[in-house]
């Protein structure tokens, strides 16, 4: 693993810890999850398995540290491991594919169903949910799901435009 991207990624899961931490519960003390945004442009930076792992299991230890979920710490790991397992399948199988900023938010959104699902389903099956199931995705999962894709395609092109006017050898192709 290259330093310069462990770093990069670092700070990348800095910033989503931050926005993790700001963002209030709502229905049933679900928070709209935008550190997975970070977590995607991450493992799109990096592309390898072990990069990803590492992140998700990462991305999972501080968004369950942040959560304001009734027993959803297990439940945030288990999500990104499994999120980001997904995540990597579709850029791998996506990679002969040059769609751009349309491939960035269609992985965006897929993932983030992925996300919201499982950690619905992992909380469901540990603790219980504080809500009807259908209720929590239709009202937390969806909404996320949507602005996940804006919020990855930004944080994705910012990164971009940094690595290029660092002329820093992590050059992102999507």
């Known amino acids: 693993m290259n330093l310069r991207k462990n770093i990069f990624i670092a700070l990348l899961l800095a910033i989503g810890f931050i926005m993790h931490q700001i963002v209030p519960g709502t229905l049933g003390s679900m928070k709209f999850d935008l550190m997975i945004s970070f977590i995607f442009v991450a493992i799109m930076i990096n592309k390898d398995f072990k990069s990803t792992m590492v992140t998700a299991l ?21 999500d990104k491991l499994i999120t980001s397992l997904v995540v990597y399948l579709l850029i791998v199988l996506f990679s002969k594919v040059k769609m751009g900023k349309i491939k960035v938010g269609l992985i965006a959104f897929i993932g983030t169903l992925v996300s919201g699902s499982v950690f619905l389903s ?7 949910l504080p809500a009807p199931f ?21 944080i994705y092109n910012v990164v971009k435009m940094a690595l290029k006017v660092t002329k820093s050898d992590l050059a992102i192709e999507m």
């Open 134 to 154: 259908i209720a929590l995705f239709l009202s937390i999962v969806i909404p996320t799901a949507i602005t996940n894709i804006f919020v990855t395609i930004t």
């Open 122 to 128: 992992t909380a469901l099956f540990l603790v219980g």
């Open 58 to 78: 990462l991305g999972g230890i501080i968004t369950a540290m942040t959560t304001t979920f009734p027993g959803g710490q297990i439940a945030n790991i288990v």
